[in-house]
């Protein structure tokens, strides 16, 4: 079965850094586009960063800077860095799989998610 499984989330203060990670089993990333979402409350689910089927990388303009996508091919894991975080990033973070679009909820499979609060 497909499965994404992520960890690295949790409080930090402002300014700090976080890494979420999340791995893949029953696929190979490389096969398809992967990304970063997440969803504060109240709020619209919104696409962070991804990397396209094509090998394109998108990051939303709140995060550009800040934020960096990685992968590591060789264990099937998806990083997401978080730098300079602010309170604004406070969000439930979701890796996904196979997109066809890094906007809202363009993806085929998820991860469990990852809270990330950030406190000043």
């Known amino acids: 079965e497909v499965q994404l499984v992520q960890s690295g989330g949790g409080l930090v203060q402002a300014g700090e850094s976080l890494r979420l990670s999340c791995t893949a089993s029953?696929?190979?990333?490389?096969?398809?586009?992967i990304g970063w979402f997440r969803q504060a409350p109240g709020k619209e689910r919104e696409g962070v960063s991804c990397?396209?089927?094509?090998?394109?990388?998108f990051y939303a303009d709140s995060v550009k800077g800040r934020f960096a996508i990685s992968t590591d091919d060789s264990k099937n894991t998806l990083y997401l860095q978080m730098n300079s975080l602010k309170l604004d990033d406070t969000a439930e973070y979701f890796c996904?799989?196979?997109?066809?679009?890094?906007?809202?909820?363009?993806?085929?499979?998820w991860g469990q998610g990852a809270q990330v609060d950030v406190s000043s």
């Open positions: 029953g696929f190979t990333f490389g096969s398809y586009g």
């Open positions: 996904a799989a196979d997109l066809w679009g890094c906007s809202s909820y363009e993806a085929h499979y």
């Open positions: 990397i396209m089927e094509d090998g394109s990388i």
